[in-house]
């Protein structure tokens, strides 16, 4: 009786672990996070602060790039010198990333004048990024950095959505992982434009 007891047991509290871990992959992936009042540390929430030189490592190794456009044409980063650059990482399957490109595309078209340019780098398949291109138009040039962009320096992203906005001087101004919205990307883009 102990066996079929310990047993049983065993499988409720699989069904409930299963339970539980699929209502949060819900949450997460379907409604777009946790529900409200949940508390996750700080330091969960944002990435650990590079020092200015790394930082500043992670730039130039950005500029130094040369990655194909959806067409298949090679777009070097240095063209974009002397501008104030918003770099994005992005992929068709994140739904931060997606969330934030008519907020980039709305930006750019309002900056451009003034000497700023967005660029998105998709870590994703050509047709995937293609595909999402038709349905969802966008305003700035899109490269392809590859599914697998990992090893190559300028490219190593830990998560997406991942901005690193570079001043006109080609010196580090800010990085976010995690979606950027309008109200914080606009007074920095401001800032930059008067520099």
Do not use: H
């Amino acid at each position: 009786m102990n066996q079929q007891r310990a047993l049983w047991v065993a499988v409720v509290a699989g069904v409930l672990t299963v339970a539980t871990v699929a209502l949060l992959a819900y949450r997460v992936l379907v409604l777009g996070g946790l529900p409200p009042g949940d508390t996750i540390p700080d330091s969960l929430r944002s990435p650990p602060q590079l020092s200015p030189e790394a930082a500043q490592a992670e730039v130039d190794a950005i500029m130094t790039l040369t990655l194909d456009d959806l067409d298949g044409r090679p777009q070097a980063m240095a063209q974009w010198q002397g501008k104030v650059l918003v770099v994005n990482y992005w992929a068709s399957w994140c739904k931060p990333c997606v969330e934030e490109m008519p907020v980039f595309s709305r930006l750019y078209s309002r900056y451009a004048a003034q000497g700023v340019q967005f660029v998105g780098i998709g870590i994703d398949e050509v047709d995937n990024l293609r595909s999402f291109v038709k349905a969802t138009p966008v305003s700035y040039p899109l490269l392809l950095g590859g599914k697998n962009a990992g090893e190559t320096p300028g490219l190593q992203v830990k998560a997406l959505p991942y901005t690193v906005v570079i001043g006109r001087d080609g010196r580090f101004a800010s990085s976010r992982l995690g979606r950027l919205d309008e109200a914080t990307l606009e007074p920095m883009l401001k800032e930059l434009i008067g520099k």
